[in-house]
């Protein structure tokens, strides 16, 4: 009966002491994957910014590391900054975007487009033009649907419209030639921007 209490508590034993070995090897596995992970997020801004870059920190942080790096930008000013990358070191980003913030900005976005369309408010300009483009760029995603072209054949069409620079908004048979903030259209519609 001993014996058999004594085999018993031994192999417990050995149970705990093949636990306790896999579990180190689990952290040390991890420690690799976390400095594998650091020097190429260092070997990385190191080639991008040409500078001695440091990393702050590494932590496993929902199935990727989460590396802060600290480097100095080409104006020579310190910079500490969070940068992503998966476990394996393949995928790199500097930002993650929450999901559900992401969706109601663009709900926000198609919903104030939809709403100047629906206003019939137009956007006059050309697919190459910076004014254009920087306009667009001010209304997001969905500004597209404001678009009228005023490239190659449709230029004519667009001058003999009055319109003589780019971007040019038309509104109740009036045209702004500007770029705007969403303000302004919402001033000018009664359409609320999010």
Same mark, same amino acid.
């Given at each position: 009966?001993?014996? %058999? ?20 090897? *689990? ?38 590391? %989460? ?12 910079? @500490? ?5 998966? %476990? ?52 997001? @995603? ?25 971007? @040019? ?17 919402? *001033?000018?519609?009664?359409? @609320?921007?999010?």
């Amino acid at each position: 009966m001993v014996d %058999k209490v004594y085999i018993g508590i031994i192999a417990v034993l050995v149970l705990i002491v093949i636990y306790l070995f896999a579990q180190s090897n *689990q952290n040390l596995q991890d420690i690799s994957g976390q400095q594998a992970a650091a020097n190429a997020v260092k070997d990385i801004y190191d080639l991008q910014y040409e500078t001695n870059s440091e990393v702050l920190s590494t932590v496993e942080m929902n199935g990727v590391y %989460k590396v802060v790096v600290r480097f100095a930008d080409f104006s020579g000013q310190r910079v @500490t900054q969070d940068v992503y990358i998966t %476990k394996d070191g393949r995928l790199l980003t500097d930002r993650f975007i929450v999901t559900a913030d992401y969706r109601t900005a663009l709900q926000n976005q198609k919903t104030f487009i939809e709403c100047l369309s629906g206003a019939n408010l137009r956007i006059l300009g050309q697919s190459n033009d910076t004014a254009t483009l920087q306009q667009f760029n001010v209304l997001g @995603t969905y500004s597209y649907k404001l678009f009228v072209s005023c490239d190659a054949a449709n230029e004519q069409s667009c001058r003999d419209l009055g319109v003589a620079r780019y971007p @040019t908004t038309i509104y109740n048979n009036t045209g702004y030639a500007n770029i705007y903030a969403p303000a302004f259209f919402s *001033q000018l519609t009664g359409c @609320t921007p999010a």
